[in-house]
């Protein structure tokens, strides 16, 4: 990660689970790390935490990905206070049970919105940026899941991963075309153990406490790991889909 030390990331979703683990292993390793989510609250607790720990830090950045003027304040701040941004990484999602005939149109728009409409406007301001102040070997990280690649699970979660895993190779293909060097990679993971789950069924938790005293899962450290792996590889290499899934687990 020594390439890394004192360059800027930017990670949605910091607030908890995946995200929070990603910030965590960033700041470990020297990395100046923009948190966003909307519970700032959460976002102050991690900073915190991991800023103790240094030897990076973390920037908690209230934002609402549903509201593109506030993910453009985002980039607003990280050029006022860095100048720049070397790597961006799109975690934030939202899962809703939504069955096809009975689905609310609310719950289908915030997750277009969030799972997909705020990592293209994320990614790009993240390449505009890299572009305006000459970072050429910069990354867009986007976590997918298994769920982009195989209708195991609520169907219309898995069409906004679909559609991830289309818009991060058609980035890879643009990038390669413009002759860029920025580096486009798809974490797809299984079953992960964070909030993600509770919050879709909120009324329901035992049946998610359920599922992950029956089912094996990762941590969300493995798909921090993941990223890492991902973000350090050398710059002849790229990564552009990396499939990870609890050992044993079937889909
Ligand atoms: N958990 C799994 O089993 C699993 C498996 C495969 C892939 N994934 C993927 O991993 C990524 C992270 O998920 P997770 O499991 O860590 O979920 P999580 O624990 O529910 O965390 C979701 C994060 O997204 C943020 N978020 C949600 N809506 C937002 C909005 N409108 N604006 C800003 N931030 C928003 C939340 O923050 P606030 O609520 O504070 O805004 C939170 O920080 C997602 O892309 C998910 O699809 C998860």
């Not at 910030?23 to 923009?34: D, I, P, Q, Y």
């Not at 895993?165 to 860029?180: D, F, I, K, P």
């Amino acid at each position: 990660m020594e390439r890394w030390i004192g360059k800027v990331a930017l990670v949605t979703g910091a607030s908890a689970g995946i995200g929070a683990a990603i910030v965590k292993k960033l700041v470990e390793n020297g990395m100046e790390v923009v948190g966003c989510a909307r519970n700032l609250k959460e976002l102050n607790e991690i900073a915190t935490k991991v800023n103790k720990a240094g030897p990076g830090h973390m920037y908690p950045y209230k934002c609402d990905l549903v509201d593109e003027n506030q993910i453009l304040a985002v980039f607003e701040y990280i050029k006022k206070q860095f100048g720049t941004i070397h790597i961006c990484i799109n975690n934030a999602a939202v899962c809703y049970h939504t069955p096809m005939v009975s689905a609310d149109t609310e719950h289908l728009k915030e997750m277009i919105n969030v799972n997909i409409l705020a990592l293209c406007i994320t990614t790009r301001e993240a390449i505009t940026l890299m572009k305006n102040t000459n970072i050429d070997d910069g990354h867009i990280v986007n976590i997918n899941g298994n769920a982009g690649h195989k209708i195991y699970f609520e169907t219309f979660y898995s069409a906004t991963k679909y559609a991830v895993t289309a818009l991060t190779e058609g980035l890879r293909q643009e990038l390669r075309a413009a002759n860029s060097r920025i580096r486009a990679t798809a974490i797809s993971p299984g079953l992960v153990k964070t909030e993600l789950m509770y919050r879709m069924h909120k009324d329901d938790s035992r049946s998610v406490d359920e599922l992950y005293a029956t089912k094996p899962s990762l941590q969300p450290d493995d798909v921090a790991n993941a990223v890492s792996f991902a973000i350090t590889s050398p710059s002849h290499m790229e990564i552009n889909d990396m499939r990870i899934r609890p050992t044993g687990q079937l889909n």
